[in-house]
C-alpha cells in the first residue's frame, strides 16, 4: 500500500466495512485453507493482513502466524481480536515494499484486494521478495478481483449506508490506458464529511501469472472464488503460485 492511500484504511473504513468483512471471514479462511493446502505448524506470512480477519484464524487452526500491514489502527484491531481469541500473532507495522528474509514461510498469502497501490515496478518487486521470503516448496495465494466479471458489471459510483444516517460513497473511473481505478471516498459520519482519493490497479490473471514467473515461480494457477477454475463469471480471482513443480512425487524447482 503506497502512502498516498494508506488513510483509506483507518477507523473509518473499519466502522462501515468491519461488520461486513467478519461476516464471511469464516468462509474467506476455509477457501485459504484449502487453495494453500495448509496444515497445522505451517509459518504462514499474512502480506497486508489488515485488521487480522484471517490471520487470527488461521492461528486458531494451528498456522504460526505473522501478519503484516502498514495501518497501525487496522494492527491495533487485530493485537486486540488476536488477544480476544487468545491467539499468538507477529503483527508487524510495514510497507510490504519491504518485505526481508529467505526460506522463512511455507505459505504466504495476500487475500482481499491488498495488492496493486503501488507503481508496477514496486509490485512486480514485491513478488520477487515475496519468491524469496517463501521456503523451496512454499505457496504463494494472491487473491483480488476478477477482471472480467468486474468490466461487465461496472458501475461509476456506490453507496453504503450504516448506522444513523452515515454513509460512504465512492466515485471512480477506470483508466484503460494505466488499468487503474482512480477513484475518491466520501464519508458522512456523525455530521462529518471527508474525502480521500485513491488508485488501485487492476489485473488479469494472465498479467499476474507472467509477473509471478518472471519473479521465479514455477507454477501459477487460477481459481474462481468457488475453488473452481477460473472463468470469466467468477466475481474473485485467486492465483495460487508454486515455487517447485511435482513430476512422479519429485519437486523440480525453477
Not at 70 to 91: H, I, Q
Not at 125 to 143: K, Y
Request: aromatic share 8%.
Amino acid at each position: 500500500m503506497s502512502d498516498d492511500n494508506e488513510a483509506l484504511f483507518d477507523d473509518e473504513y473499519l466502522y462501515f466495512f468491519e461488520e461486513r468483512l467478519e461476516e464471511i471471514a469464516d468462509a474467506d479462511t476455509d477457501r485459504v485453507w484449502k487453495v494453500l493446502g495448509l496444515e497445522p505448524g505451517m509459518e504462514v506470512l499474512d502480506l497486508g493482513c489488515g485488521h487480522g480477519r484471517i490471520t487470527n484464524r488461521l492461528a486458531e487452526r494451528g498456522c504460526r502466524m505473522t501478519g503484516l500491514d502498514l495501518s497501525g489502527t487496522f494492527l491495533d484491531r487485530a493485537r486486540e481480536t488476536a488477544a480476544a481469541r487468545g491467539v499468538t500473532v507477529d503483527y508487524q507495522r510495514a510497507d510490504m515494499r519491504e518485505l526481508t528474509g529467505t526460506d522463512r514461510f511455507d505459505r504466504i498469502l495476500n487475500f482481499g484486494n491488498a495488492f496493486g497501490y503501488n507503481s508496477d515496478a514496486d509490485d512486480q518487486s514485491v513478488l520477487a521478495r515475496v519468491a524469496e521470503a517463501l521456503r523451496p516448496d512454499g505457496r504463494f495465494l494472491l487473491e483480488t478481483i476478477n477482471y472480467p466479471q468486474y468490466l461487465r458489471d461496472w458501475e461509476p459510483s456506490s453507496v453504503l449506508e450504516h448506522g444513523d444516517g452515515d454513509l460512504v460513497a465512492d466515485v471512480h473511473r477506470l483508466d484503460p490506458l494505466t488499468n487503474r481505478s482512480i477513484a475518491t471516498r466520501t464519508t458522512i459520519r456523525g455530521g462529518r464529511i471527508r474525502r480521500e482519493p485513491s488508485e488501485h490497479r487492476l489485473h488479469t490473471y494472465t498479467e499476474l501469472r507472467d509477473w509471478l514467473r518472471a519473479a521465479g515461480f514455477a507454477t501459477v494457477d487460477g481459481f474462481g472464488e468457488d475453488g473452481s477454475p477460473l472463468t470469466a463469471d467468477h466475481r474473485r480471482l485467486m492465483v495460487v503460485a508454486g515455487l517447485c513443480q511435482i513430476t512422479d512425487g519429485v519437486h523440480q524447482h525453477q
